[in-house]
């Protein structure tokens, strides 16, 4: 497992947008037109640069895997942040769909602790390179985090499918939201 940088940059992106151009939640905030994928790559592009900043951004050995978590207690807004939320809403999510997007992200963040924790945003496989264990290894490095530090971890799906994954490793679902599809908020103590 590697740390991931700056210069993995478009590696990571392209893994999560191979990885997520069919999940209920990322295509319910992007906006749905001709420009769908490189609205996702914006997305992705967002998500990447602010888990580099306030959390850390973790790649398998072999580049084909990611794993994007967030440490929300050191989320801070500045100028950068402000230019990638600007960017993010022209040219991903539209300002006709923010007030959605707005709604579901407070809706997710009010069943959140007060305490620290660990948001595992995005964990994603090259289709080519699933059901080979690299999700679990990756998985397992952020439990260990998760340990060393005693930070819960939390996170949400959109994907029933991926329910089974979670729950193997100790996850258990804690509340379901209804959107235009269900998503499943799930926490590791």
């Not at 905030?29 to 001709?34: F, H, M």
């Not at 595992?120 to 699933?130: A, K, S, Y």
Request: proline share 4%; net charge positive; aromatic share 12%.
């Amino acid at each position: 497992m590697i740390i991931a940088n700056s210069n993995d940059k478009s590696t990571v992106v392209d893994i999560l947008c191979q990885s997520f151009k069919k999940n209920n939640s990322v295509n319910y905030v992007v906006k749905q037109d001709k420009k769908r994928e490189k609205r996702i790559k914006t997305l992705m592009e967002y998500s990447f640069e602010l888990c580099l900043r306030y959390g850390k951004v973790y790649l398998s050995d072999e580049k084909n895997a990611c794993a994007l978590t967030l440490f929300p207690d050191r989320q801070r807004t500045n100028f950068h942040t402000i230019k990638l939320d600007l960017k993010l809403i022209f040219q991903c999510i539209g300002l006709l769909n923010m007030a959605k997007v707005l709604s579901r992200n407070s809706k997710i963040k009010s069943n959140y602790p007060k305490h620290p924790i660990i948001y595992l945003w995005f964990i994603g496989v090259n289709p080519t390179d699933q059901n080979r264990g690299l999700g679990s290894k990756l998985l397992i490095d952020i439990i260990k985090d998760s340990e060393s530090t005693q930070k819960p971890i939390y996170l949400e799906t959109s994907m029933p499918e991926n329910l089974p994954f979670y729950k193997r490793f100790g996850f258990t679902v804690y509340n379901e939201l209804n959107f235009t599809h269900k998503l499943y908020l799930l926490r590791r103590e």
